[in-house]
């Protein structure tokens, strides 16, 4: 049995490339929304508006990743090499069963879709435009998660940062030269960052592929057209996962409009101290995603007591990552909230929750990388369900009825939360130490 030192060891050497990697594709609205900045805020808004709805279309398809990634590291402890392509295979043929047909009616009907989140003269066409190159890149993005569960689930991680890295150096250059029209290429403005990204992708897309190639005899890769049990399997996985990210996003929707029932100030920093700690979280999040291959692995082996020992090691190794993260926020409030707001009310209205936010990231630790490791050993309905009960059910219910409804305020809702994130680490704790996972079968 390892010992502590060489399990966070090998912890951090699975988890620290996936951590790059999905700071890296964290950026790609960021980049697009910084590029356009200059060609002014109709622009800019439209980008913004058009990144959001392509975010709430991926979240169909997210799903894929997890479940391709469950599968191949449960073959992989298996010791059946040969069959740790199953789920990548079926996850191909699914990811454009599905990417097909999403494209084509996304991108037909762009305009009335749009309008459902904003309906402004200028700001609306500009989204609508944008968003239909965007969604051009849906099928690679697909195939793309699938590709990324095979290889995070076979623990070879270091090719997923690799990928992201030299995605993110063509996304900057052909959205330049596309926004600008440089070197003959047509000047397109706002669609030039949309196009760039969707090329970037598509590049993206073939480094994936070449590298997965040489992998076909080893791990049965694109051998034969997979089985129908195959299908319903990935399906059995992805679906309630997907269904969870598309909710989740919803919820911050919802988190928005209750913000905007007090005031326009409270909704400003609201998006500041939200974008903040889905940014600081994300470390959590590949630790977590490093479980999910070491539980599947281990679970594949036989090794349930291994599987769940894994599960607390990573929360260990996570919680001061974590810790670190958040105390700039919690000691220097004020310095970090003036990096993004630049009126002292809204600063000073910030603090508070600010500090609140450093918090809720360390009490958020167990559910971050718990809920990833459930995905690992199958029960993805599971975490569908904790999750989606208690951001429906109890948060956003008791933010409005205390933040709206008593008109306490922005302080009164990120309290509510502060709640509801050490409730969502409770919840997970105790799902993972009833060990009802370990039985489940992929």
Same mark, same amino acid.
């Given at each position: 049995?390892?010992?502590?030192?060489?399990?966070?060891?090998?912890?951090?050497?699975?988890?620290?490339?996936?951590?790059?990697?999905? $700071?890296?594709?964290? #950026?790609?609205?960021? &980049?697009?929304?910084?590029?356009?900045?200059?060609?002014?805020?109709?622009?800019? %808004?439209?980008?913004?508006?058009?990144?959001?709805?392509?975010?709430?279309?991926?979240?169909?398809?997210?799903?894929?990743?997890?479940?391709?990634?469950?599968?191949?590291?449960?073959?992989?402890?298996?010791? !059946?090499?040969?069959?740790?392509?199953?789920?990548?295979?079926?996850?191909?043929?699914?990811?454009?069963? &599905?990417?097909?047909?999403?494209?084509?009616?996304?991108?037909?009907? !762009?305009? /009335?879709?749009?309008?459902?989140?904003?309906?402004? /003269?200028?700001?609306?066409?500009?989204?609508?435009?944008?968003?239909?190159?965007?969604?051009?890149?849906?099928?690679?993005?697909?195939?793309?998660?699938?590709?990324?569960?095979?290889?995070?689930?076979?623990?070879?991680?270091?090719?997923?940062?690799?990928?992201?890295?030299? @995605?993110? !150096?063509?996304?900057?250059?052909?959205?330049?030269?596309?926004?600008?029209?440089?070197?003959?290429?047509?000047?397109?403005?706002?669609?030039?960052?949309?196009?760039? @990204?969707?090329?970037?992708?598509?590049?993206?897309?073939?480094?994936?592929?070449?590298?997965?190639?040489?992998?076909?005899? $080893?791990?049965?890769?694109?051998?034969?057209?997979?089985? +129908?049990?195959?299908?319903?399997?990935?399906?059995?996985?992805?679906?309630?996962?997907?269904?969870?990210?598309?909710?989740?996003?919803?919820?911050?929707? +919802?988190?928005?409009?209750?913000?905007?029932?007090?005031? %326009?100030?409270?909704?400003?920093?609201?998006?500041?101290?939200?974008? #903040?700690?889905? #940014?600081? &979280?994300?470390?959590?999040?590949?630790?977590?995603?490093?479980?999910?291959?070491?539980?599947?692995?281990?679970?594949?082996?036989?090794?349930?007591?291994?599987?769940?020992?894994?599960?607390?090691?990573?929360?260990?190794?996570?919680?001061?990552?974590?810790?670190?993260?958040?105390?700039?926020?919690?000691?220097?409030?004020?310095?970090?909230?003036?990096?993004?707001?630049?009126?002292? /009310?809204?600063?000073?209205?910030?603090?508070?929750?600010?500090? +609140?936010?450093?918090?809720? &990231?360390?009490?958020?630790?167990?559910?971050?990388?718990?809920?990833?490791?459930?995905?690992?050993?199958?029960?993805?309905? @599971?975490?569908?369900?904790?999750?989606?009960?208690?951001?429906?059910?109890?948060?956003? /219910?008791?933010?409005?009825?205390?933040?709206?409804?008593?008109?306490?305020?922005?302080?009164?809702?990120?309290?509510?939360?502060?709640?509801?994130?050490?409730?969502?680490?409770?919840?997970?704790?105790?799902?993972?130490?009833?060990?009802?996972?370990?039985?489940?079968?992929?």
């Amino acid at each position: 049995m390892l010992g502590d030192l060489a399990r966070n060891t090998r912890i951090l050497k699975l988890a620290l490339p996936i951590i790059g990697a999905m $700071l890296s594709q964290s #950026l790609l609205n960021l &980049i697009d929304a910084a590029l356009v900045g200059s060609l002014g805020e109709t622009a800019l %808004a439209g980008v913004g508006i058009g990144g959001y709805a392509m975010f709430m279309v991926t979240a169909l398809i997210f799903g894929l990743s997890s479940a391709v990634q469950a599968q191949t590291s449960r073959r992989l402890g298996e010791e !059946a090499p040969e069959r740790c392509g199953e789920g990548l295979n079926a996850g191909l043929v699914l990811a454009l069963s &599905i990417g097909i047909p999403v494209t084509l009616a996304c991108h037909h009907w !762009a305009g /009335p879709l749009l309008s459902l989140i904003n309906d402004q /003269p200028g700001v609306h066409e500009t989204a609508a435009s944008y968003f239909q190159w965007r969604v051009l890149g849906l099928i690679p993005v697909a195939m793309a998660f699938c590709f990324r569960g095979f290889w995070n689930g076979l623990q070879r991680t270091g090719i997923y940062l690799r990928i992201m890295l030299i @995605t993110q !150096a063509v996304n900057v250059v052909l959205s330049i030269i596309l926004i600008h029209g440089l070197f003959g290429a047509p000047q397109m403005g706002a669609d030039g960052a949309g196009a760039g @990204t969707t090329l970037s992708l598509l590049v993206a897309l073939a480094l994936w592929i070449k590298a997965t190639l040489g992998e076909r005899s $080893l791990h049965g890769v694109l051998h034969a057209w997979p089985p +129908m049990t195959h299908y319903l399997t990935l399906l059995k996985l992805a679906v309630p996962h997907s269904f969870q990210q598309l909710w989740f996003a919803a919820g911050y929707a +919802m988190l928005f409009w209750i913000l905007g029932q007090i005031d %326009a100030a409270s909704v400003a920093v609201g998006h500041v101290l939200v974008n #903040l700690s889905l #940014l600081l &979280i994300l470390p959590g999040v590949g630790l977590g995603l490093a479980a999910m291959s070491l539980v599947g692995q281990a679970l594949g082996s036989g090794e349930h007591e291994e599987a769940h020992r894994w599960g607390w090691d990573t929360v260990r190794v996570a919680l001061p990552c974590l810790l670190l993260l958040g105390l700039p926020l919690w000691v220097a409030p004020q310095s970090v909230l003036g990096l993004f707001l630049h009126r002292p /009310p809204l600063i000073e209205l910030g603090l508070l929750p600010l500090q +609140m936010t450093a918090a809720m &990231i360390v009490l958020d630790c167990t559910a971050i990388v718990l809920a990833q490791a459930l995905l690992g050993a199958g029960a993805h309905r @599971t975490v569908m369900l904790a999750t989606l009960s208690l951001q429906w059910l109890i948060f956003l /219910p008791a933010a409005w009825w205390w933040g709206v409804h008593q008109e306490g305020g922005l302080v009164a809702i990120w309290a509510i939360q502060l709640a509801y994130r050490l409730l969502n680490s409770l919840v997970f704790g105790l799902i993972w130490q009833r060990r009802a996972w370990q039985v489940l079968r992929l």
